[in-house]
Nanobody, 123 residues
Framework: QVQLVESGGGLVQAGGSLRLSCVAS????????MGWFRQAPGKEREHVVA??????STYYADSVRFSISRDNTKNTVYLQMNNLKPEDTAVYFC??????????????????WGRGTQVTVSS
């Protein structure tokens, strides 16, 4: 059974930082492109960033101030979020897609999803 479990969300003041983690199990992690998405209340889920299988290639949505990385020895992908703004408030999800380029941005392409972690940025 495949599981993706996000952690690291919380409440932070504008200008602060958070580091999200997503631990995968039940799949061959090093065969999956990993992505981070977010969904704010009343809005559609949107792509934030994705990272290729090896970690050598990344693809960010426009104006993203975050940084993605992965550790294939720990089956974990990270999202370092700096200089957070209130508009970054959302539920953040990690997702996995098999053998795809980092430019894979559409949610239906991803095969596995975590349940999300809430990020709230106060002004």
């Amino acid at each position: 059974q495949v599981q993706l479990v996000e952690s690291g969300g919380g409440l932070v003041q504008a200008g602060g930082s958070l580091r999200l983690s997503c631990v995968a199990s039940g799949l061959t992690f090093s065969s999956y492109t990993m992505g981070w998405f977010r969904q704010a209340p009343g809005k559609e889920r949107e792509h934030v960033v994705a990272i290729s299988i090896s970690g050598s290639s990344t693809y960010y949505a426009d104006s993203v101030r975050f940084s993605i990385s992965r550790d294939n020895t720990k089956n974990t992908v990270y999202l370092q979020m700096n200089n957070l703004k209130p508009e970054d408030t959302a539920v953040y999800f990690c997702a996995a897609v098999l053998f795809s380029p980092a430019r894979t941005t559409t949610p239906p392409r991803y095969q596995y999803w975590g349940r999300g972690t809430q990020v709230t940025v106060s002004s």
